[in-house]
Antibody
Framework: EVQLVESGGALVQPGGSLRLSCSAS????????IHWVRQAPGKGLEYVST????????YYADSVMGRFTISRDNSKNIVYLQMTSLRAEDTAVYYC?????????WGQGTLVTVSS | EIVLTQSPGTLSLSPGERATLSCRAS???????LAWYQQKSGQAPRLLIY???SRATGIPDRFSGSGSGTDFTLTISRLEPEDSAVYFC??????????FGQGTKVEIK
């Protein structure tokens, strides 16, 4: 069974940093790209970032470019999202998603709250 | 960047009725890269339709997708109470950057 489990969400002050993790199981992790998608409270879905299967290619939404960094450790089956210079508008549930052109498998999400 | 606009914002229908949800793109989208999701309150999104018209595994056949170019439609042929949710369309560009529509809320009377 494919499972994606996010962790690392927390309450953080504006300007702070946080690292999210997405732990994967139930499939050959190194064969798949992984995406992060977020959802602000009561709002729609927003694409955040993508990393290719071998980590060689990464993509970012304009809203997080230069502040967020996606990476992966294929020996541990984990994808990371390092978030810096956090803003109030980054407050959201962050989902990791397995898929290429669409998200077939989603984690349950982890909540990031940016507030003083 | 391709913008996806969904309509209506909210749809309120009775069980057994037909629901038609629209997703319009600001420029042409490959049908291969258009998907629909269902999100119930407090849950992660669930893939319903991919490649515009292919049902994902385990999705009832009352859900169907159609369309091409800039106009895509999700149809729920006979609404069930458990179909109450928000529905999102999503497209993937050649660079794997995804964009989502703003969602359509389906309420069951």
């Amino acid at each position: 069974e494919v499972q994606l489990v996010e962790s690392g969400g927390a309450l953080v002050q504006p300007g702070g940093s946080l690292r999210l993790s997405c732990s994967a199981s139930g499939f050959t992790f190194s064969n798949y790209g992984i995406h992060w998608v977020r959802q602000a409270p009561g709002k729609g879905l927003e694409y955040v970032s993508t990393i290719s299967s071998n980590g060689g290619s990464t993509y970012y939404a304009d809203s997080v470019m230069g502040r967020f960094t996606i990476s992966r450790d294929n020996s541990k089956n984990i994808v990371y999202l390092q978030m810096t210079s956090l803003r109030a508008e980054d407050t959201a549930v962050y989902y990791c998603v397995r898929g290429y052109n669409y998200g077939r498998y989603w984690g349950q999400g982890t909540l990031v709250t940016v507030s003083s | 960047e391709i913008v996806l606009t969904q309509s209506p914002g909210t749809l309120s229908l009775s069980p057994g009725e037909r629901a038609t949800l629209s997703c319009r793109a600001s420029q042409s989208v490959s049908s291969s890269y258009l998907a629909w999701y269902q999100q119930k309150s407090g849950q992660a999104p669930r893939l319903l339709i991919y490649a515009a018209s292919s049902r994902a595994t385990g999705i009832p056949d009352r859900f169907s997708g159609s369309g091409s170019g800039t106009d895509f439609t999700l149809t729920i042929s006979r609404l069930e109470p458990e179909d109450s949710a928000v529905y999102f369309c999503q497209q993937s560009g050649s660079s794997l950057l995804w964009t989502f529509g703003q969602g359509t809320k389906v309420e069951i009377k």
